[in-house]
């Protein structure tokens, strides 16, 4: 269908809405009942555990979306070899954890009490892996519907047990009601797999040759997934290091700690946390792109190469001025109305000239996937992260604040969108000769 690629990305923005509308309620039920100890803890190991999903998930639904897309291979194969792959990663990292997480709690993160939280992280993981598999077969068929429907239900069953057992752990200790609240999403992540059985196609003939790992599909899996995951990884392990390297530079220089802490916390869970609350809508876009891409790049079909991706560009461009002009311009009442706080509406104001370009990235780094350049992706983050993080090193010294994060920050979107937005024209223009 001419028009599946639209409605496709139009069902997942609106199932993103929802959802997004749903976590947003979450979020302000959540932090009610646990207070302002258990969200500071919950936090704490944030970064650790975004870093951990990263590797079990392995990218595979990018890797199936594409694979799955270009159907030269039977889906069933490609989804059996790539469950092989997830869990003997998912016992490698379970393994790790079992006997590293004290270790990371006492002397990474200075807190010997958030370990049952990181070992609560760790036991999430494979119901993650899992239901990131089934995701990417569907985004590779192009059938938005599930998708959108079993995160909008995730969300709902997450909701309902945080209402009805959240205040029961928590009267046993904060500490028990934040690993209640992380391991709820191994619930939550198995109903979303069971409403996506519904979707399934009912009358498939299923071999043994198919359930066999095969060891070169596994080979196309991982050729497509690793040096995608590896980005990931890159711009993780960079968000790890921010705030040691932040801290203790801003410390050297004169600062006190409970400044850098409460400007740094106002920076990452009041101004991007709102600047980057609607890019769920690119996400959609990015999400139906990879797998067009890949089978228009597949037939050799350049016109719809360079419509799609158009198409991708342009929305994602409209809808960063759409939604970052009106929270610049309301940024303190949102602020305000959000979290009762004004804190970080100036960095907000020195963001938004540039955060608009943020909504293109990830188009961007879906174009250059779908056509076959992971890895190329994957270095221009490795070169980003290192960019941001010597910007941030040497300005950090000039006695601003956190305002060298800022231009760190800046520094890192414009060098990545432009560096990506040139490489796709070099390509698609190579590709017209």
Known sequence: MKNKFITSTLVLILGGFVTKLLGFIIKIVYTRIILEEGVSLHSL?????????????????????????????????????????????????????FFSSHFIAVHLLKN??????????????????????????????????????????????????????????????????????????????????????????????????????????????LGVSIPTVSSRFIGNIGFFFEPILLTNILLYVGYSSEFILMEYGAYNAYSIALLTMPSFFVGAISNSLIPEISKFYQKRNLDMVKRRFKQAFVFSFLLGVLFTLPIFLCREKLLWIL???????????????????FYLETPLISTLQGLG????TMKITFIGVIIKNIVLALFSFFHIGIYGLIISEIVNIIFVVGTNLYKIKKVLHTFSL
């Open 45 to 97: 190991v944030m970064p650790t555990y975004s870093l951990l999903i990263t590797i079990a998930t392995l990218a595979l639904p990018l890797a199936i979306s594409k694979l799955v897309a270009e159907e030269r291979v039977r889906s069933i194969k490609i989804i059996c070899s790539s469950v092989v792959v997830i869990m003997l990663v998912n016992i490698f990292l379970i393994g790790i954890m």
């Open 112 to 221: 010997e009490s958030v370990t049952i939280l990181l070992l609560a992280c760790t036991i999430t993981l494979p119901f993650i892996s899992i239901s990131s598999i089934v995701k990417g077969y569907f985004f590779g068929k192009q059938r938005s519907f599930p998708y959108a429907l079993s995160n909008a239900l995730e969300q709902v069953i997450r909701l309902v047990l945080i209402v009805l057992f959240l205040p029961h752990f928590m009267k046993k200790g904060v500490l028990f009601g934040v690993t209640a609240f992380i391991l709820f999403n191994i619930v939550s992540e198995l109903f979303s797999v069971v409403v996506f059985l519904f979707f399934l196609p009912k009358r498939v003939v299923i071999t043994k040759k198919d359930i066999k790992p095969d060891i070169k599909t596994i080979r196309e899996v």
């Open 339 to 357: 979290y009762h706080t004004t804190s970080g509406a100036d960095y907000i104001k020195a963001l938004f000239p540039f955060f608009v370009l």
């Open 373 to 376: 350049l992971a890895k190329y």
